[in-house]
């Protein structure tokens, strides 16, 4: 076989190794993915299909739960007739339903054929993936709001999660239509949204996406929304009241979920290629996370951290611009520590090393990692340290360093002689290495 060689610094080879700790975490897992009719009718549907795949064959137990908007809007219009919308809500007649039916059947075969491919020199080939389809859903009726009857349109009732784990325990994907059934054998038609956030609290799914039409969530400020908690959200929602109606929904059902104990919701654009394997496969994702907390802390270190800040400082020791410390150094002092973590990954660190004799306490190895230096993190990071010494009854914070002397100046820090330091710290002080010191007074809060 003929060997493909790469250059060091190999995009590709970088991205799939930094892949690996995804790939680990995710297999295994429940997520419910939805997405609308609109993705169907796209001519680029099967290379979602394909990623879909791909999601499958890396193990992770998926749920699919698909719209039909416009599939039912071409057939409505067929029939000279149309689904009225009031409130927000959607009115389904008789005529409507009839559409409603016939338009999730279509859309369900269509995925499933796609799914179904496996074909020889194609992204499908040997996939051999099951799709089981299903009335898991129970629904009942809006019913009238109003003084509006409702009709055929529905809400989730409950989730068959029973039935939807053995199809998941036999390695197939399930695959739900926006629709539900009563006991009595009456059709609702559903939002794909309320299915896939009951769907998703129902298995207590490890992650619900949704893949939504158009442009990305964005803040007043115009910027991309890439973290938020539920109050966040809830505030957003009363702030932008001109949201276009499928994205109202997918926000509301990512709050229901998210407060019925699904642990982490995206929201991705869903015209933008390949956006599922880059949110679930990179770092920093290009979507918007809903998650019910902050999936960013400050901490103190832990044993288990020893090697992620060994790696951060890494690149600085080879470089001299810090001192080397061994591993076995590293986990006898990492208690010192306090670490930046971002998904499970340290992007920043920090120590303090107090002498209490003189009131004073060195900060040390404070680090943020190249693709993060931009939000702050090393402010807070000094911040914490500032806090823990205080806490240390300390006066003075000192650090030494030979490369950051304006950044710790504009915090405030003030270039004093070697002999201001501590006595025993004095002694081991390396005049080759010519270090600045700066000193900051600590005052108590």
Known sequence: M????????????????????????????????TFGGEAVADPRFS???????????????????????????????????????????????????????????AVR?????????????????????????G??????????????DYCHTGQVRRIDSQALEKVLDSSAIALIPPLGYSPTGEVFNLTAADVAGSAAVALSADKLI?????????????????????????????????????????????????????KRIHLLERGRDGALLRELFTRDGVGTMLSAEHYEEIRTARIDDVAGILELLAPLEEM??????????????????SVVELDGMVIGCASLYCYPD????????????????????????????????????VDKLFVLTTQAAHWFRERGFVNLPVESLPMS??????????????????CAR
Not at 226 to 246: C, F, W
């Open 109 to 133: 075969v269509e995925v499933e054929a796609l799914l179904s491919m496996g074909v020889a020199n194609s992204p499908m080939a040997g996939a051999k993936i099951r799709v089981v389809s």
């Open 358 to 393: 003189e009131r004073m306490a060195e900060l040390a190895c404070l680090m943020v990692h190249p693709d993060y230096r931009q939000g702050g993190r090393g402010d807070t990071l000094l911040a914490q340290m500032e806090q823990r010494s205080r806490e240390q009854e």
């Open 47 to 105: 290379d979602l299909i394909h990623d879909i795949a791909l999601l499958h064959g890396l193990g992770i137990r998926l749920v699919l739960v698909h719209g039909a908007r416009p599939q039912i809007e071409e057939r409505l219009r067929l029939r000279r007739a149309e689904m009225k919308v009031i409130n927000g809500l959607r009115v389904t007649d008789g005529q409507a339903l009839a559409c409603v039916k016939e338009a999730a059947g």
């Open 425 to 442: 710290k004095r002694e081991l002080y390396n005049y080759q290495r010519n270090s600045k010191v700066f000193v900051k007074e600590i």
């Open 210 to 262: 949704s893949l939504a039409e158009g442009p990305e969530l964005r803040d007043s400020n115009g910027e991309r929304v890439t973290n938020l908690i539920p109050r966040e959200l809830d505030s957003m929602l009363k702030q932008q009241s001109d949201m276009p109606e499928e994205l109202t929904q997918h926000l509301r059902s990512a709050l229901y979920a998210c407060r019925h104990g699904v």
């Open 2 to 33: 003929a060997q493909t060689e790469h250059k060091a610094g190999d995009p590709f080879v970088a991205w799939f190794r930094g892949s690996s700790p995804y790939i680990h975490a995710h297999r295994g897992r429940t997520f419910v993915i």
């Open 320 to 337: 001299g611009i810090l001192v080397r410390r061994s591993r076995e150094l590293l986990e006898t002092e990492i208690e010192r520590f």
């Open 135 to 148: 009335n898991f859903v129970t629904a009942r009726p809006i019913g009238v709001r109003n003084g509006i």
